[in-house]
């Protein structure tokens, strides 16, 4: 015999079960942005960075290059909440102990799209050959944990002190005078005291502010300034301000000129760097590169790395850069910002604000 009473109560603690499945679907979204941020995240960083490290060895293959950026994810995500009540017909004798009197189950889906935008022709080119603006130069000399690589790096020129992409003796060398300034500034920098800012108030644009240097750093300051063609102050101590601007050659007077790198420019620096194999076909032989490289090195091997911070597949060969090498990381990491800052694009917020009084 069918028990009514007992059929009802099941179905009564079903219908609770389903409710309470749908009421815990409410956590289900915190859960899966939990676990698929992060996957996500990392994802599109980690294919980022196997695409850079790629093109970087396209360009010693002399082969074409491109990228492919990840506009958007959309993740959809559906919950299905079910419940199940077994009931027993006649004697209890004849399903006692096989059935389940309440089974419940919910279900999370998560279906993403995933949207690419090509990088191509006229927005290739000046995200490509485009000098890397003084904006973006600032910001990543302000945020350096070594600025000097990111000096070497990213400037190409300051006044007429040449940092030269590839050397070429006699006629194309490294000036001693640029590396004392990189040196010089980078030490006042990290004491605090030099600072890459965007002009405010009566004066507008992107300047070079030492402010409140004196007694400690006069010395330095002396020196930079003298590197730079610039007058010292008449009163010790005064805030010194020099207008920067990105152009070749003499600057205006009272004013430095500086001339960057486009990341081309960087990723051609970056492919001279490559252990190739002896037997490499299809590689013409590149001149060795000046200080923009120093600390770069990529790897190469027949088989994929055990440990790389960044490892890529090409023409049959694995090239990487190695886990342990902190100075090639650091320049890779530089590139990486650049290549992923949107072409011709800059940001509403100043680099660096600094209000400048005549003394310190």
Known sequence: MFSTGKSRSSARLALACVGAALVSGCMVGPDII???????????????????????VRTRFYDSVGFLAVASVTANVSVTASATVQAGFGSASNYAGNLVP?????????NPTISYAPLAGDQLLRHLGAETSMERTFLMLNSAATPEQVWNMIVRRINN??????????LLTVDPRFEEVVTTASLLQRRGVLYWV???????????VIHSYSPANTHEVEKLLALLGMKYPVLAGNDIVIPVQLSVGSPDPGSIAIETRSLFDMMRIAGATIDLAPDTSGVGRLPVPGPAARGLRIRSGTTPPADARVATQYRGRWYYIADD??????????????AGAPAGGGSAAPVLTIPVTGRH
């Open 161 to 170: 002190l040449r940092n030269p992409d590839f050397p070429d003796p006699p």
């Open 198 to 208: 965007q002009l405010a108030g009566s004066q507008s644009g992107y300047g070079l």
């Open 102 to 110: 309440i089974s419940g189950m919910l279900t999370a889906e998560q």
């Open 34 to 56: 939990r676990s698929g941020r992060p996957a996500y995240n990392s994802a599109i960083l980690a294919t980022g960075d196997e695409q850079l490290l790629q093109n970087i």
């Open 325 to 338: 090498d902190e100075l090639s990381k650091q320049w890779f990491t530089v590139l990486q910002l650049l």
